[in-house]
């Protein structure tokens, strides 16, 4: 606490003996030591009571980030989960559109096939004369 040296203490111990005398001097020196010593217990239990309360902030502080971190990743989460809720509608609704397109193709082929075995012998299939490329043979030419 304070910064004194040798000389100042033996300086201190000399006056103590002159004023206070051989008789009473070691029950004054025995006093001062225990209020010295008190002086320190109190000093060090406060010291210990600021660090208990400064760690007590910190994580407190360490608590409220990690809330924070937590709150936002469950913010994404749940964005994500919307999202997966409507992938999954458009998904089903993907379906059901194919499934009813499938049974309409379903019922459209099957009475297509029975139109198409009736006339399948008796009609040739037309092809227009303007789609066919004229074949150039290379002898011709020549």
């Known amino acids: ?21 051989p008789e009473r001097l070691p029950k004054a020196a025995r006093t001062v030591g225990l ?9 060090d239990s406060i010291k210990t009571e600021i660090d208990r309360e ?6 407190q502080q360490q608590l409220a980030e990690q809330k924070a971190k937590i709150k936002a990743e469950l913010d994404v989460g749940s964005e994500f989960s919307s999202l997966k809720d409507d992938l999954n ?41 303007n789609d066919q490329a004229p074949a150039i043979s290379h002898s011709e030419n020549k």
């Open 1 to 21: 606490m304070f910064d004194m040296g040798f000389l100042e203490l033996l300086l201190i111990g000399i006056i103590a003996l002159i004023v206070l005398g």
């Open 35 to 43: 209020w010295i010593g008190k002086a320190k217990q109190g000093f």
């Open 54 to 59: 400064l760690k007590v902030k910190e994580l």
């Open 89 to 129: 509608q458009t998904t089903n609704s993907i379906h059901q559109e194919m499934s009813s397109l499938g049974q309409a193709y379903d019922s459209d082929a099957g009475s297509s096939n029975v139109k198409g075995s009736e006339t399948a012998g008796s009609e040739k299939p037309q092809t227009d004369k």
